[in-house]
Every structure is written in structure tokens, then in C-alpha cells.
């Protein structure tokens, strides 16, 4: 049976299968760090797997049955109906898996059932029984246990006194510099375990992020698309390119689900033709949003100029991630590649112009995003500062203050106060955490995974399920390989660097099975290695602890 809202994505399955490639070496490196957990955790669950199949036969129904335009509730449906179904809609939970890290979750989930998993890279003919051959364990057991069934298979702390043992003296190590601020939550009460300089605002860094995408989610919807149209102003022959601000539009040959250009080139020919029009004069319209497009920080090659219609982030040398040269004029950049495309299709036009499309304009063409949960996912995943600047004029436009850097972080901040988030010393000045002068607390970082991982909030579990796997995805893809066998593919984290800051804010299920939302934030680090590994070290300890 296919899922209407999930169609989109079958054109991203070449772009799945190059992930799943990509990850199983890796998580055959990792399989032998983590395989004695595995097993453990796969011997514990198996009664309460069946249990779980048996229990969710009815909720299957329910969250399989087609409710076109409602994709956040085939999610939240999926990951909390148990392991027992994960391996039927995982897939489903999420299109973004540019990582490998769906791929990784359905092996688990396969292995637990006992039907096999990937090869993880052995050759063909290899027998499942052969000496040596490697066993189906890749990511995260006690993650997918923790996010599948936190009301009845995780466990809620009674209370921790030994965390202060444990974290105490390793977030006292130097390398974590002058300043550092901690917390650790249960996420099942919503009690705090441990707090050192919870309530202190400290710069965050990239784990901003985190509440962009919860105040995004809130503000506008799991499901909620970003358009880009053309429209035709009537009686000029002006065809106007309208930029809907989303930051995922490509132009690449290769669109992997992302809304395209090329696509929207060709029904925007097609119309014009059915007018009898075969010249037209080409316009592109950046008004949805306002003020200044240039960061604060300046040009800066860990983000392009906020605009609201670029391709491909502006990116100049053909990456999708991590730093990259950016074009000087996206929007431009996008328009000229867009009268490319119209050429291609028997439209000329003009040398393309800045213009506004009036209310009189007659929409042509248009293409959507993926919804915005998806976005999220990927901007988390690969901390991607241009979805974050993206998803904070959103808000600002769904919030109705002014869709520049200061509304946004207003409308973030707006958002989370309706969510009765604690905001005391917080301030936001940008949706990425590139600004030095934004302020979060330990305190608002925990709270904010607690409320994503309440079960009453669905919406909102993408703030989690984006969160890069230790050892595995995104920005931990190459932390936690080495001597941690208790956090590779157990913890999920969203990272944080800028010079003498680092942060670290995420989920993870220790040893006894309490799945726990932490954050640190540090200040004046002088090492940023140095703090990185302290940072692993004490998140890995808390993996290992069993404080219950």
C-alpha cells in the first residue's frame, strides 16, 4: 500500500540506496564496538517486541490508512507504535536519509526480528552462517527503544545522585574552559537530574538550531510546504520567478525529492505556450522577506545571503553541506539559471530583473518543498545554517513581525513562550547560532527535547529523530568510532562550534534504559579538540552510567 503524501519521495530512492552504500562500512566498524550492547538490548526487548506487535495491530491501522496532506502523523504514528512495526514503516518515518541513517535503523530493527540485515560489506556468496561472517547490528538500539515506546519501555529515573559523581569531575576538565554550564533530564517526568549553571545563558552555537526548528514547527506545521511560482503579470508578457524562501530548491540535474527548477521551467513553458507566448520579458521577486540579506557575521562561507528564492544555497562548487564558496547574488544566480531552463523548453527571455509580482499576477507554475518536517530533519542532521536562517523568517512570517534577523529571533522567542519554555536570559539574534551575541541556557536546551519528545506533541519529533547518531550521521558521523562503546549509536546530539565555544545539547539511553535529554555549553575553550573530546567523554559516561 503507498502512503499518497510519501509519493514525493520515490524520487529520492537512487539517492537512498547510494546512502546505505555509503554508511555500511562505517557501521561495520562500528558494529564491533557496539555488537555486546546490541545483543543485550536485542535479548531484553524480544518479549516486549511481541508484545508490541500484538498491542499495535490496531494503531497500524490507523497510521497506514491514506490522510492526504497529514504526513506528521504517519511519523509520529510510526515511531511510537514499538519496534515490532519499525521495520514496515520506518522508511516513512522521514525521507531524509542522506546519511544512511533510516537505512541504519531498519538493519536494527531486522536484526532484532531475526530476518537478517545488511552484509556490511561482505562479498557475494558469503553464507550467514560462515565463519566470521558479521551479524546485522548497526544503529542506535537503545535510541530507537527510547523515541519508539517512552511510555512504556523506557524507564523514568527516581533519582541520580550518582550523575553528580559521574559528571561532576569530567565537566571540570580544563579543555571545557573558563565557563560551563550543564543539565540532564529525565524525558519521561521532565525532572532534572543534574544541573550545574542551568539557568546561565551562555552563547550557544549551532544548537540554536534546536529551538529554530521547534519554534518552526509550532509556528507553522510538520506538513507545512515552501512554494516557489511564476506568475505572469497581465497584459506586460512579464513572467516574474517568486521566491517562496526555500532554501532546498535546486538546480542540479540530480534533484534527490527537493523541489526543482527544471520541473517548474518546464510547466512554466508549457502554460506560456498554451497563451501563445514564446518571448517573454523575466523577472524574480525576493520580497517575502526584509531587511539586510548579509549575516551579521558578514560574508561568510558557512552561509549564503538570506534571501528568499536561491538554488542550491548558492553554492559554487557543487556541495550540499558544510562550508563552501557562495555566488554574490543567489536570487540572481537562480533567475539566470531558471531563463536556462525556459531556453531549453522554447522561451526566450530577457536578460533577467529584481521586480515585485502584483496582486493582478497570474500564477503559472509552482513547486513545493518537502514538508517542513523533512527540512528540519536536514538542517539538524547536517547543521545546516541556511535551512536555519530559512526556518526563522518562516516563523517570523507565520509569528506576523517582520521577516528579517530581528523578527525572526523575536518570533522564535515568541513561539517558545507559548510553549511555557524557560526563557529567562535567553536571546535569540539569528535562527543558526553563527551570532556570538545569541543566549541560551542549558535549562531551555533540555526543556526543549523534553517537549519534542512528549507524546501529545507529534509535530515535534522531528527535532529528535534529526539529531545526528553518535558514531553514525551528520556532524557525529566521525565522533564517538573510537573507545565508546557505550555512545556510538546510542546518543544523538546536536553540535555547537564557533571560537572558544562549544556546546553540546541531545538524547541518549544509558545503561538501566532511562532515556535522558542533556546540554553543555562551555565558554573561552582554547583547544576546540580538546573540548570536543572532553565533551564526548563526559556524554559517553552518562551512556555508561546506570544512576537509576
Given at each position: 500500500?503507498?502512503?499518497?503524501?510519501?509519493?514525493?519521495?520515490?524520487?529520492?530512492?537512487?539517492?537512498?540506496?547510494?546512502?546505505?552504500?555509503?554508511?555500511?562500512?562505517?557501521?561495520?566498524?562500528?558494529?564491533?564496538?557496539?555488537?555486546?550492547?546490541?545483543?543485550?538490548?536485542?535479548?531484553?526487548?524480544?518479549?516486549?517486541?511481541?508484545?508490541?506487535?500484538?498491542?499495535?495491530?490496531?494503531?497500524?491501522?490507523?497510521?497506514?490508512?491514506?490522510?492526504?496532506?497529514?504526513t506528521?502523523?504517519?511519523?509520529?504514528?510510526?515511531?511510537?507504535?514499538?519496534?515490532?512495526?519499525?521495520?514496515?514503516?520506518?522508511?516513512?518515518?522521514?525521507?531524509?536519509?542522506?546519511?544512511?541513517?533510516?537505512?541504519?535503523?531498519?538493519?536494527?530493527?531486522?536484526?532484532?526480528?531475526?530476518?537478517?540485515?545488511?552484509?556490511?560489506?561482505?562479498?557475494?556468496?558469503?553464507?550467514?552462517?560462515?565463519?566470521?561472517?558479521?551479524?546485522?547490528?548497526?544503529?542506535?538500539?537503545?535510541?530507537?527503544?527510547?523515541?519508539?515506546?517512552?511510555?512504556?519501555?523506557?524507564?523514568?529515573?527516581p533519582?541520580?545522585?550518582?550523575?553528580?559523581?559521574?559528571?561532576?569531575?569530567?565537566?571540570?576538565?580544563?579543555?571545557?574552559?573558563?565557563?560551563?554550564?550543564?543539565?540532564?533530564?529525565d524525558?519521561?517526568?521532565?525532572?532534572?537530574?543534574?544541573?550545574?549553571?542551568?539557568?546561565?545563558?551562555?552563547?550557544?552555537?549551532?544548537?540554536?538550531?534546536?529551538?529554530?526548528a521547534?519554534?518552526?514547527?509550532?509556528?507553522?506545521?510538520?506538513?507545512?510546504?515552501?512554494?516557489?511560482?511564476?506568475?505572469?503579470?497581465?497584459?506586460?508578457?512579464?513572467?516574474?520567478?517568486?521566491?517562496?524562501?526555500?532554501?532546498?530548491?535546486?538546480?542540479?540535474?540530480?534533484?534527490?525529492?527537493?523541489?526543482?527548477?527544471?520541473?517548474?521551467?518546464?510547466?512554466t513553458?508549457?502554460?506560456?505556450?498554451?497563451?501563445?507566448?514564446?518571448?517573454?520579458?523575466?523577472?524574480?521577486?525576493?520580497?517575502?522577506?526584509?531587511?539586510?540579506?548579509?549575516?551579521?557575521?558578514?560574508?561568510?562561507?558557512?552561509?549564503?545571503?538570506?534571501?528568499?528564492?536561491?538554488?542550491?544555497?548558492?553554492?559554487?562548487?557543487?556541495?550540499?553541506?558544510?562550508?563552501?564558496?557562495?555566488?554574490?547574488?543567489?536570487?540572481?544566480?537562480?533567475?539566470?539559471?531558471?531563463?536556462?531552463?525556459?531556453?531549453?523548453?522554447?522561451?526566450?527571455?530577457?536578460?533577467?530583473?529584481?521586480?515585485?509580482?502584483?496582486?493582478?499576477?497570474?500564477?503559472?507554475?509552482?513547486?513545493?518543498?518537502?514538508?517542513?518536517?523533512?527540512?528540519?530533519?536536514?538542517?539538524?542532521?547536517?547543521?545546516?545554517?541556511?535551512?536555519?536562517?530559512?526556518?526563522?523568517?518562516?516563523?517570523?512570517?507565520?509569528?506576523?513581525?517582520?521577516?528579517?534577523?530581528?523578527?525572526?529571533?523575536?518570533?522564535?522567542?515568541?513561539?517558545?513562550?507559548r510553549?511555557?519554555?524557560?526563557?529567562?536570559?535567553?536571546?535569540?539574534?539569528?535562527?543558526?547560532?553563527?551570532?556570538?551575541n545569541?543566549?541560551?541556557?542549558?535549562?531551555?536546551?533540555?526543556?526543549?527535547?523534553?517537549?519534542?519528545g512528549?507524546p501529545?506533541?507529534?509535530?515535534?519529533?522531528?527535532?529528535?529523530?534529526?539529531?545526528?547518531v553518535?558514531?553514525?550521521?551528520?556532524?557525529?558521523?566521525?565522533?564517538?568510532?573510537?573507545?565508546?562503546?557505550?555512545?556510538?549509536?546510542?546518543?544523538?546530539?546536536?553540535?555547537?562550534?564557533?571560537?572558544?565555544?562549544?556546546?553540546?545539547?541531545?538524547?541518549?539511553v544509558?545503561?538501566?534504559?532511562?532515556?535522558?535529554?542533556?546540554a553543555?555549553?562551555?565558554?573561552?575553550?582554547t583547544?576546540?579538540?580538546?573540548?570536543?573530546?572532553?565533551?564526548?567523554?563526559?556524554?559517553?559516561a552518562?551512556?555508561?552510567?546506570?544512576?537509576?
Open positions: 500500500m503507498i502512503v499518497p503524501e510519501l509519493r514525493p519521495w520515490r524520487a529520492a530512492r537512487p539517492h537512498v540506496v547510494r546512502a546505505a552504500d555509503a554508511v555500511r562500512p562505517r557501521l561495520a566498524r562500528v558494529a564491533g564496538v557496539v555488537r555486546p550492547r546490541l545483543a543485550r538490548a536485542a535479548a531484553a526487548a524480544g518479549p516486549r517486541v511481541a508484545r508490541l506487535r500484538q498491542a499495535a495491530k490496531p494503531q497500524l491501522a490507523l497510521i497506514t490508512r491514506p490522510r492526504p496532506g497529514r506528521w502523523q504517519y511519523t509520529a504514528g510510526a515511531t511510537t507504535a514499538g519496534l515490532a512495526l519499525a521495520v514496515g514503516v520506518a522508511t516513512a518515518a522521514g525521507p531524509w536519509d542522506s546519511s544512511g541513517q533510516r537505512t541504519a535503523e531498519r538493519d536494527r530493527v531486522a536484526a532484532l526480528e531475526r530476518v537478517g540485515g545488511a552484509d556490511h560489506g561482505r562479498g557475494t556468496g558469503a553464507s550467514d552462517t560462515a565463519a566470521g561472517a558479521p551479524r546485522p547490528a548497526p544503529s542506535a538500539a537503545s535510541v530507537l527503544t527510547g523515541l519508539g515506546g517512552a511510555t512504556t519501555a523506557v524507564k523514568s529515573v533519582g541520580s545522585a550518582a550523575l553528580t559523581r559521574v559528571l561532576g569531575p569530567l565537566l571540570a576538565d580544563p579543555a571545557l574552559g573558563t565557563r560551563r554550564t550543564a543539565a540532564v533530564v524525558v519521561t517526568t521532565g525532572k532534572r537530574l543534574y544541573g550545574s549553571g542551568a539557568d546561565d545563558a551562555l552563547t550557544p552555537a549551532s544548537t540554536t538550531k534546536i529551538a529554530t521547534v519554534a518552526a514547527l509550532t509556528a507553522l506545521g510538520a506538513d507545512h510546504r515552501l512554494t516557489t511560482r511564476t506568475a505572469l503579470e497581465p497584459g506586460t508578457g512579464e513572467v516574474v520567478l517568486v521566491g517562496g524562501g526555500d532554501p532546498t530548491l535546486t538546480a542540479r540535474g540530480t534533484t534527490e525529492g527537493w523541489a526543482d527548477l527544471r520541473t517548474l521551467a518546464a510547466s513553458a508549457t502554460a506560456l505556450k498554451k497563451r501563445g507566448i514564446t518571448r517573454a520579458t523575466l523577472s524574480y521577486d525576493t520580497t517575502l522577506y526584509a531587511g539586510t540579506e548579509v549575516h551579521p557575521i558578514g560574508v561568510n562561507p558557512n552561509l549564503a545571503r538570506v534571501t528568499a528564492l536561491t538554488a542550491d544555497e548558492g553554492r559554487a562548487d557543487g556541495s550540499a553541506s558544510g562550508p563552501a564558496t557562495r555566488v554574490p547574488d543567489p536570487a540572481a544566480d537562480a533567475t539566470r539559471k531558471f531563463a536556462d531552463f525556459l531556453g531549453a523548453y522554447g522561451i526566450k527571455t530577457s536578460a533577467p530583473g529584481l521586480s515585485k509580482a502584483s496582486a493582478h499576477a497570474e500564477t503559472l507554475a509552482t513547486v513545493a518543498s518537502p514538508p517542513l518536517a523533512s527540512l528540519v530533519e536536514r538542517m539538524l542532521t547536517n547543521s545546516d545554517n541556511d535551512i536555519a536562517e530559512a526556518l526563522a523568517r518562516q516563523t517570523a512570517l507565520a509569528t506576523g513581525v517582520r521577516a528579517d534577523f530581528a523578527g525572526a529571533g523575536k518570533a522564535i522567542r515568541t513561539q517558545l513562550g510553549l511555557g519554555l524557560p526563557l529567562d536570559g535567553v536571546d535569540f539574534r539569528d535562527g543558526s547560532g553563527l551570532d556570538r545569541d543566549r541560551l541556557t542549558a535549562n531551555l536546551l533540555t526543556a526543549l527535547l523534553v517537549k519534542a512528549d501529545v506533541r507529534p509535530e515535534l519529533r522531528p527535532v529528535l529523530t534529526g539529531l545526528p553518535a558514531g553514525f550521521t551528520g556532524t557525529l558521523s566521525t565522533r564517538y568510532t573510537e573507545g565508546a562503546a557505550d555512545a556510538a549509536g546510542v546518543v544523538r546530539a546536536k553540535t555547537g562550534t564557533l571560537t572558544g565555544v562549544n556546546t553540546l545539547a541531545g538524547t541518549v544509558d545503561r538501566d534504559g532511562h532515556l535522558l535529554a542533556f553543555v555549553l562551555t565558554a573561552n575553550t583547544d576546540p579538540a580538546a573540548a570536543q573530546t572532553a565533551l564526548d567523554r563526559a556524554v559517553t552518562l551512556a555508561a552510567c546506570g544512576c537509576g
